[in-house]
């Protein structure tokens, strides 16, 4: 069993910033993967950032976002605390969401375990 406990959201003014944590703590794996989602009212969740870990390091070349968050969003990770952050910038209106952390197991593309999810609300 993996947990995940998300921390950091909150309200900020557009255009400011918030960074995201996710600690993961339980049975993590060596070559596995963690990835941010949100969800905003009335929409689908949809994936937001994606970090690998290979051999137990965390792999910050192997990176990848959403094209609405490109250039904005950074994902990073901290390999001693077994956390991975979401730096967010140049926030707007529209990264209003509840944003939820989790956790690919063996790099499959299918995330086994979420976190509870944390509110970030963007206003104007």
């Known amino acids: 069993q993996v947990q995940l406990v998300e921390s950091g959201g909150g309200l900020v003014q557009a255009g400011g910033s918030l960074r995201l944590s996710c600690a993961a703590s339980?049975?993590?794996?060596?070559?596995?993967?963690m990835g941010w989602f949100r969800q905003a009212p009335g929409k689908e969740r949809e994936f937001v950032a994606r970090i690998t870990w290979s051999g137990g390091i965390l792999y910050s070349a192997s990176t990848w976002y959403a094209d609405s968050v490109k250039g904005r969003f950074t994902i990073s990770g901290d390999n001693a605390k077994n956390t991975v952050y979401l730096q967010m910038n140049s926030l707007k209106r529209e990264d209003t969401a509840v944003y939820y952390c989790?956790?690919?197991?063996?790099?499959?593309?299918?995330?086994?375990?979420w976190g509870q999810g944390t509110q970030v609300t963007v206003s104007s």
């Open positions: 989790a956790y690919d197991a063996a790099i499959s593309g299918q995330y086994d375990y």
């Open positions: 339980g049975r993590t794996f060596s070559n596995s993967a």
